[in-house]
């Protein structure tokens, strides 16, 4: 019997609408190779939607995502709308109403991909940044008073959990415990944030006794961006809140290559929702339509959903047809090559059969 799958592809905005498709075309041609199949929906939920009704995700939308096993999600933003309100609008909603709690960030240097750094090897980053998804500094709790009077006030409440801290420092732990290394790095700033953030550190330790197979040590934040240029070698996985493992996989991109290589993995670990999977590149209206946008952030994303999806064979085969595409330097402009979208594409899909 065939195993199917219901995947959910939401294109959004900007490139999303150029890397989406392509991630698809792949996913078509390693599903064909390996056996299985997935049943595609496309969900045209963008600015554009919301500029025309007011709303990025129709009543009962988040009810009939609920039906599907993945979502595979481009990005969301749009000079036409508020950052604030397209963020809020779409990708939140999916990830705080499925719990997506888990949001894991890999970062290596890609076979024939330079680093800005100078490394003694590419292996000298291989990182993945557990981000606490659901609470922390983007709960959304807050809010403005006395709007436009000289004594206005704005609050940002960071929200912290113990049950949400608990979950994702045990979910980091047994991510660690499956690698190489077993190493754990905390984040936090609970020098100068001295509630949230020492729970954090408090809870750590307590979930870590549970792990003594997995070393781990402990960093602030702002040391953390030093020890990424400075000594990359010292870092196996790292788990942070929201805010600030959201600044830190940016550098990681950065340190990597680009920002068009990095996958997500929106994940609930539970399965009691679908995951989403998407590329943190953005919309990147700069460069939208130009045929230029990076695709391999995609279909690293793509790996990351057919592992998740159980089909492990298909996502190492993936991920080598990715490698030996940018072995051979057909890379779009962000990685200093002249290739198309649509010429790494096809590169990827070709590699698969080789």
């Known amino acids: 019997m065939t195993r199917e799958y219901r995947l959910a592809a939401i294109p959004g905005d900007g490139i999303g609408k150029e890397v989406i498709p392509a991630g698809l075309d792949v996913l078509d041609a390693i599903s064909k ?27 009962g939308g988040l ?6 096993d993945a979502i595979f999600f481009g990005a969301v933003g749009s000079p036409d709308v508020p950052d604030h309100v397209s963020l809020w609008g779409l990708r939140l909603p999916i990830c705080q109403g499925f719990d997506q709690y888990a949001n894991v960030r890999p970062a290596r ?57 608990t979950r994702i420092h045990r979910f980091a732990f047994e991510l660690a415990r499956k690698r190489p290394r077993k190493h754990l790095t905390l984040v936090t700033k609970s020098n100068a944030q001295r509630h949230g953030m020492v729970m954090w550190d408090e809870i750590f330790m307590q979930v870590a006794r549970d792990y003594p197979d997995v070393t781990w040590d402990r960093e602030l934040v702002d040391a953390m961006t030093m020890r990424m240029v400075a000594k990359p070698r010292s870092i ?58 990076n695709p391999v952030a ?23 047809a990715i490698e030996q595409v940018t072995a051979r330097r057909i890379v779009t402009p962000d990685l200093g090559g002249e290739a198309s979208t649509a010429l790494v594409t096809e590169s990827v899909v070709q590699a698969l059969h080789d």
């Open 63 to 68: 009810e009939t995502l609920k039906t599907f």
């Open 298 to 320: 995609t279909f690293w994303t793509a790996c990351m959903m057919l592992e998740h999806l159980g089909e492990t064979a298909a996502a190492n085969r993936l991920m080598r």
């Open 236 to 293: 196996d996985v790292m788990v942070a809140t929201n805010l600030h493992a959201d600044i830190l996989s940016d550098l990681a991109a950065a340190l990597s290559g680009s920002l068009g290589i990095a996958p997500t993995a929106n994940l609930n670990p539970e399965r009691t929702f679908p995951s989403m999977f998407e590329p943190i590149h953005g919309s990147a209206f700069d460069i939208a339509g130009r045929g230029i946008a």
């Open 109 to 165: 240097v890609l076979p024939g991909v330079q680093s800005p750094l100078r490394l003694r090897d590419a292996s000298d980053i291989d990182w993945v940044i557990i981000r606490e998804n659901s609470e922390g500094e983007y709960s959304g709790s807050g809010g403005r008073v006395h709007r436009g009077l000289p004594e206005e006030i704005a609050t940002e409440v960071s929200v912290f959990t113990r049950s949400g801290v």
């Open 33 to 59: 190779l390996e056996g299985f199949k997935l049943c595609v929906e496309h969900f045209g939920w963008d600015s554009e939607r919301y500029l025309k009704t007011g709303e990025y995700i129709p009543a």
